[in-house]
């Protein structure tokens, strides 16, 4: 899916986060960073959606991302999630979302991108992409299902 950048963030002393950043939106990708955070002992990793990147796929997608699912069963459930200061890199800000997981990132008070569960991104991405291919008129979606077959598999390339 996308880019795969790995990205070492802690106390925002170094641009870092600003390039990272800077390069989803320039491709208009999805790009999937891990985050060492300082403190923690576990890598987060995640999926930033450009916010145009991620209104195509929410129009496109016929249902929410479901958010209890059988892997869930060993995740800490709490009564009532933390609020989560915003946190700031640069010209960046990150505002996480108590409910979803999902981190917003604003510049100059503008929504640029999302950092999603990669689940949940890759979920989206496909769900959005199968109900596009089914607006196509029977002769391009024919024509797309040809293209599709001549296309090798990701191992003989």
Not at 24 to 29: P, T, Y
Not at 63 to 87: I, M, R
Not at 90 to 107: E, I, K, N, S
Request: aromatic residues 8%; proline residues 6%; negative net charge.
């Amino acid at each position: 899916m996308g880019i795969q950048i790995d990205v070492v963030a802690g106390f925002p002393v170094d641009d870092e986060m600003e390039r990272v950043l800077g390069l989803a939106e320039a491709v208009g990708e999805p790009v999937t960073v891990t985050f060492m955070w300082e403190g923690r002992d576990e890598a987060e990793r995640a999926v930033l959606v450009p916010a145009a990147t991620l209104a195509l796929w929410e129009h496109w997608a016929p249902t929410a991302y479901p958010t209890s699912g059988a892997g869930d069963g060993n995740q800490a459930v709490a009564e009532e999630p933390e609020l989560a200061h915003p946190k700031e890199f640069c010209a960046f800000t990150l505002f996480r979302r108590r409910v979803g997981g999902r981190t917003a990132v604003a510049r100059k008070g503008l929504v640029v991108a999302e950092l999603l569960d990669p689940d949940e991104a890759h979920w989206l991405q496909e769900k959005a992409r199968n109900v596009r291919q089914g607006f196509m008129n029977p002769k391009q979606k024919v024509a797309f299902e040809e293209f599709l077959a001549r296309q090798g598999s990701l191992d003989e390339k």
